[in-house]
């Protein structure tokens, strides 16, 4: 995944972070957000942020113009890439609810904001 360039290279027409490089970010910033908001479950922020944007592996990053044009199917993505897997769950309780972002968790890693991190 490290070599996968994102898509908004394109838009912003210089380096972005790769996928890994923004996952990590993502959970430092949901982490201490999460503290913020005294959350609990911090496992849970971290392994909601961990796999966030993990169907991109197989359906690419796609900016805003490229969206408006293609639907990625990034939950049958998802789904094969867990399947048979001792992560299996993580695909089935952890993507689901950051998807539908009605808890706090999903909110935080999210954003309300609707795009998402």
């Known amino acids: 995944m490290r070599n996968l360039p994102r898509a908004w290279t394109q838009i912003l027409a210089c380096d ?6 923004h996952t990590f970010r993502v959970m430092f910033l ?3 957000l999460a ?3 005294k959350v609990k479950s ?8 961990l796999v966030h944007d993990i169907a991109e592996a197989r359906t690419g990053d796609h900016h805003y113009i490229q969206s408006v044009y293609i639907k990625a199917d990034e939950e049958t993505a998802a789904k094969h890439t867990f399947a048979g897997t001792v992560l299996e769950d993580l695909q089935n ?8 972002r009605k808890t706090v968790e999903a ?7 609707g ?3």
Not at 93 to 100: F, G, P, S, T
Not at 107 to 113: A, L, Y
């Open 115 to 117: 795009e998402g991190a």
């Open 30 to 32: 949901a982490l201490m």
């Open 16 to 21: 972005t972070a790769s996928d890994p490089e």
């Open 93 to 100: 309780e952890i993507l689901k609810e950051y998807e539908e």
């Open 107 to 113: 909110k935080i890693v999210k954003g309300d904001g």
């Open 35 to 37: 503290r913020m908001e």
């Open 42 to 49: 911090e496992e849970k922020i971290l392994k909601m942020a």
